[in-house]
């Protein structure tokens, strides 16, 4: 069993190759989905220095043990559910809830608020169902603010939602007219 410090760093690699640069090791992952055969990611990470103990177990630990359940195992396969910046993943058109939420930081909220959400560096914007996922990827980068999307308005805007699985929803972007601030101490939008 992996302690914590283990964890976070097999999980950083995990993300490393599954989502940014699955080439630099050899990894081939599937242009649909995004997925490898989990093999294929254990001798990959085996064959990097220092990760040659590295078991299909800690995976799966890995797997079960991400805060934001980054990845997911199917079939002898493995992905990451979100966050590529390589080749982009093809994700089915769905129905989200009519209030998404998307963490960031105040540095970036006049931004977007003017010009709404882009994908920066990654494929997608990224949602979440509730205020927990989003407070987590907001939390990261200065002092968080919380933004409801309303996808009612959105998708009458012409913009499609993609599941990516455990409460994430992904766009293309999102305008700024779907999005306000949310004020997490009385729960409610800050208009």
């Not at 927990?132 to 009458?156: C, D, P, Q, W, Y």
Request: proline content about 6%.
């Amino acid at each position: 069993m992996l302690n914590q410090q283990s964890e976070k760093n097999l999980s950083k690699l995990m993300t490393k190759i599954l989502r940014h640069s699955p080439e630099m090791f050899g990894v081939a992952l599937d242009p649909e989905d995004g997925s490898c055969p989990l093999n294929s990611l254990i001798e990959a990470i085996q064959a990097q220095p220092s990760w040659s103990w590295v078991t299909r177990e800690d995976l799966e630990q890995v797997v079960r043990n991400s805060d934001k359940q980054r990845f997911i195992i199917e079939q002898e396969r493995i992905r990451a559910r979100y966050g590529h910046s390589h080749d982009k993943v093809q994700y089915t058109p769905g129905d989200p809830p009519e209030i998404l939420y998307h963490g960031t930081n105040t540095k970036a909220l006049p931004s977007i608020l003017a010009e709404g959400l882009s994908p920066m560096s990654r494929q997608y914007v990224h949602l979440s169902e509730g205020t927990h996922f989003a407070t987590i990827a907001g939390s990261r980068r200065g002092e968080l603010v919380i933004l409801r999307v309303n996808t009612a308005v959105a998708r009458e805007l012409g913009i499609s939602f993609y599941y990516a699985g455990n409460e994430v929803w992904l766009a293309d972007r999102v305008p700024p007219s779907c999005c306000s601030v949310w004020d997490a101490l009385e729960g409610r939008r800050d208009e």
